[in-house]
Each structure stands twice: as structure tokens, then as C-alpha cells.
């Protein structure tokens, strides 16, 4: 058997490892958005009538909990006189608050990038989905 025939009939294996890898790119990407997005929702926030989107809505999705950490960041702000926690001397009266705030907020941004990682693999796994796709038919159409 010629190398090119060996090459050749790798290609077809190749397109069909990819298409796996993007199906379970897309599978775990989806998973991981319901299990943010669960999770969430069992933590019973309401985005702050005050916020500038979404006030008063479930927080589910990553616009809300952006929303929330965004009016949290606010709030946080106008107690602190628009200093950070690290900025509050220790007496502050405040400090604990605005220590509570931060860590609120970083948990809720920390929840919107978790929602992008998981919209980038299941997007990232149709990319190689139809990769795969094209391999198989590339293949495919070489041979006849």
C-alpha cells in the first residue's frame, strides 16, 4: 500500500476523532452552563430594584448576575465614599460590608466567566464538529 493511500485513510479516522471531541465539547459546554445556571438560581438573588438592567429579575444568566455584581459594586461604593475595601482604614465601620460586597461580586463575576468558558467550549465543539465533517468529505471525495 502506497503512503498516500495510508494518508489517505487516516484523514476519514482523523474527521471522525474530531467530531467526537467537538460532540463532547458541546455536551460538556452545555452541561456546565446548567449546572451555572442552577446553581444560581438556588441561591434565591434578585437582581436589586436599584440596578440599571434587569431590576428585579431572578438571577439565572449571565446578564443578570452581571447586573447584580454591578449594583453590588455601587452600593459598595456610595457606603465606602467611593473608596475599596483595601482603601478603608480598619476602623472603618464600614469595612466589613464593603468587604462582603467585594466577595459578592467577585463570586457573581465569577459566575458570568463560567457562563462564557462554558458558551466557548460548546461553540468550539461545532466549530469541530463540522471540521470533522469537512475532513470525512474531503476524504471522502478523494476517493472517488
Do not use: C
Not at 452541561?31 to 436589586?48: E, F, K, M, P, W
Not at 440599571?52 to 452600593?75: C, L, M, N, R, S
Not at 462564557?116 to 465543539?125: H, P
Not at 461545532?126 to 465533517?133: A, E, K, N, P, S
Request: hydrophobic share 55%; charged share 15%.
Amino acid at each position: 500500500m502506497a503512503r498516500s493511500e495510508r494518508r489517505a485513510g487516516a484523514v476519514p479516522i482523523l474527521g471522525l476523532l474530531v467530531m467526537i471531541a467537538g460532540a463532547v465539547l458541546v455536551v460538556a459546554g452545555v452541561i456546565t452552563y446548567g449546572v451555572v445556571s442552577a446553581t444560581l438560581a438556588d441561591q434565591n438573588i434578585t437582581v436589586s430594584d436599584d440596578a440599571e438592567y434587569f431590576a428585579g429579575q431572578h438571577v439565572t444568566q449571565p446578564w443578570e448576575a452581571y447586573a447584580q455584581a454591578d449594583v453590588i459594586a455601587k452600593h459598595a461604593g456610595e457606603m465606602a465614599g467611593g473608596k475599596t475595601y483595601a482603601e478603608l482604614p480598619r476602623d472603618d465601620p464600614n469595612r466589613d460590608s464593603v468587604m462582603d460586597a467585594s466577595f459578592l461580586q467577585a463570586s457573581l463575576f465569577t459566575s458570568v466567566v463560567a457562563f462564557g468558558v462554558a458558551a466557548l467550549a460548546a461553540g468550539l465543539g461545532v466549530v469541530f464538529v463540522l471540521i470533522g465533517l469537512a475532513l470525512r468529505r474531503v476524504a471522502a471525495a478523494e476517493r472517488g
